[in-house]
C-alpha cells in the first residue's frame, strides 16, 4: 500500500514562481498512489502550463469556471466533491487574501469555497516574498484562514527567486507530501512526547577509529516519523547515520553510548513514552588513545580492553516516572536467533512493558522488517512489511497500551 493510495487530491495552483516546483509535487503526489486533479488560475498558467500538468497527473487541467467540459456546467461543485483533500501549492499572498474574504471569482476560489466544509480539509502551502511573508496584512490572513479551517503548511527559508533571502518560499515538494501524508494518518498519540533512540553508536579507539555497528537507524527514523505523524511531539536521539531528520521532528545528533545517555537524561523527563531502538555498543574501549596508534615500529599488537556501557533502556525503565507509568517504556531486541525466547527474557531483564523483537542481520540496512512484540499479554507478529509500515503499526499497538494504563 503506498501512503496516499485511495486519495483523490485536487492540487491547485496560483500564480507565484514556486508553480516550477508543483511539477515535481504532483508527481510525488501520483507516485505516492494519489489520483490528482490540477485546478490553475490563469496567473498560476503563467508560470507553469496546463499541459505539463496535465501530463504529470494524466488528468485535463481545469483553468476557467466556464470551463464547458462538465456537463452541468458546475465545475467547482462537482471537482471539489471528489475530492479527499484540496492542496493549494503554491498558495500566494493574493489567493490567500481573496480566500479569506470568501471571494470566489476564478475556477479555485470558487472551489475552495464552495467545497464541503467538514469532509473536504484545504491544505495550503504558502509561497512568497520575505517581505509578503511578514507583512502584517499576510499574517493576519493566515491567523484568520486557519481560524476558519484551513490547514496551514510551514513555509520554507533561504534564497529566494526575486533574490533576497528569507521566509517564505514554498516548502519543497517531498517536505510537502510527507506533511500531506501525516494529515491523514489518525492523531492516536495526539498530546503525547515520545523520546527515541536510534541507529548506532561509535565507540572509538583513537582520534581516526572505532568501533560501531551495522545497524542503519531506518527502524528508529521510521518509529519518529510515524508518532509525528499520530500527533506526538517527537525527540529523536540518533547515533551517526546520514538520514534525514524526519518533518516536524526534533533530532539530537550523538556519537558514543555516553553521549547517548547524556541526551537521553536531558530529554526523558519531558517525555511520556520512550522508545529505544538504537543498536548501543555494549563495551567501550577503556582508555581512548589521544594519538593515531601506529602499526609500524611497534612490531605488536594493539592490546586494547574494554569496560561495559551504561544500559540506556534499562536505566530509564528503573527511574520514578517509569515506574509509576507516567513514563511508557519500549525497548527493541536484535536476535540472531531464538527471537521470542530472547525477547521474553530480555523483556523481564530490562524491565520494561514491551520489548519488540526482530532478527538483526536480516534487517540491518534494509528497509524491510518483520517484528515480533511482547509484553505481558504474550506475544504478536507484525509480518513482513516495510519500516514505516510497521513503525505506524508499532505506534498503534502503543497506543492502545497507554489507553488502557
Ligand atoms: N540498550 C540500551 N543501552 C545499552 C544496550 C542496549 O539502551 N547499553 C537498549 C537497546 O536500545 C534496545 C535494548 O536495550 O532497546 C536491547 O538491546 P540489545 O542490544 O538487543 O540487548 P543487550 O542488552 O545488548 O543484550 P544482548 O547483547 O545480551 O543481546
Same mark, same amino acid.
Given at each position: 500500500m503506498s501512503d496516499l493510495s485511495n486519495k483523490h487530491i485536487v492540487l491547485g495552483l496560483s500564480g507565484g514562481i514556486a508553480c516550477y516546483k508543483a511539477a515535481e509535487l504532483c508527481r510525488a503526489l501520483v507516485k505516492a498512489g494519489a489520483s490528482v486533479q490540477v485546478v490553475m488560475t490563469e496567473a498560476a498558467a503563467q508560470f507553469i502550463t496546463p499541459v505539463t500538468l496535465q501530463a504529470l497527473s494524466n488528468r485535463a487541467v481545469y483553468v476557467s469556471q466556464?470551463?464547458?467540459? %462538465?456537463p452541468n456546467n458546475m465545475a467547482h461543485i462537482n471537482l471539489s466533491r471528489e475530492a479527499d483533500a484540496i492542496l493549494v501549492a503554491p498558495a500566494s499572498a493574493d489567493f490567500m487574501a481573496k480566500l479569506l474574504h470568501g471571494r470566489a471569482d476564478d475556477l479555485l476560489s470558487l472551489m475552495c469555497l464552495a467545497r464541503p466544509i467538514d469532509s473536504v480539509p484545504l491544505i495550503l502551502a504558502p509561497a512568497m516574498n520575505r517581505e509578503m511573508w511578514l507583512h502584517p496584512a499576510t499574517q493576519r490572513n493566515m491567523a484568520q484562514l486557519k481560524a476558519d479551517g484551513a490547514h496551514v503548511l510551514d513555509v520554507g527559508q533561504g534564497e529566494q527567486a526575486c533574490g533576497e533571502t528569507g521566509d517564505g518560499r514554498m516548502l519543497e515538494p517531498e517536505e510537502i507530501l510527507q506533511d500531506l501524508v501525516a494529515f491523514f494518518q489518525?492523531?492516536?498519540?495526539?498530546?503525547q512526547h515520545v523520546l527515541v533512540t536510534a541507529g548506532p553508536t561509535y565507540e572509538a579507539m583513537d582520534p581516526v577509529r572505532g568501533i560501531t555497528n551495522l545497524s542503519s537507524g531506518k527502524m528508529g527514523f521510521s518509529i519518529a516519523r510515524a508518532a509525528r505523524e499520530a500527533g506526538a511531539e517527537v525527540t529523536l536521539v540518533a547515533g551517526p547515520v546520514h538520514l534525514p531528520t524526519p518533518r516536524g521532528v526534533q533530532r539530537v545528533d550523538v556519537r558514543s553510548a555516553l553521549d547517548m545517555q547524556a541526551a537521553v537524561a536531558a530529554h526523558v523527563d519531558a517525555a511520556s513514552v520512550f522508545v529505544a531502538t538504537a543498536a548501543v555498543a555494549d563495551w567501550r574501549v577503556a582508555e581512548v588513545a589521544g594519538q593515531k596508534i601506529k602499526k %609500524?615500529?611497534?612490531?605488536q599488537l594493539p592490546q586494547l580492553s574494554f569496560v561495559e556501557n551504561p544500559d540506556i533502556l534499562a536505566g530509564v525503565a528503573q527511574s520514578a516516572r517509569a515506574k509509576s507509568g507516567a513514563l511508557y517504556c519500549v525497548g527493541f531486541a536484535a536476535e540472531s536467533h531464538d527471537l521470542l525466547q530472547h525477547a521474553t527474557t530480555k523483556r523481564e531483564r530490562k524491565g520494561v512493558p514491551l520489548l519488540v523483537g526482530n532478527i538483526g542481520p536480516a534487517t540491518f540496512g534494509l528497509d524491510d522488517n518483520a517484528l515480533l512484540l511482547v509484553d505481558a499479554q504474550g506475544a504478536k507478529e507484525l509480518p513482513h512489511a516495510n519500516k514505516l509500515t510497521l513503525a505506524r503499526q508499532l505506534v498503534a499497538e502503543i497506543a492502545k497500551r497507554l489507553k488502557v494504563a
Open positions: 466556464w470551463d464547458a467540459r %462538465e489518525t492523531k492516536v498519540l495526539a498530546g %609500524e615500529g611497534s612490531g
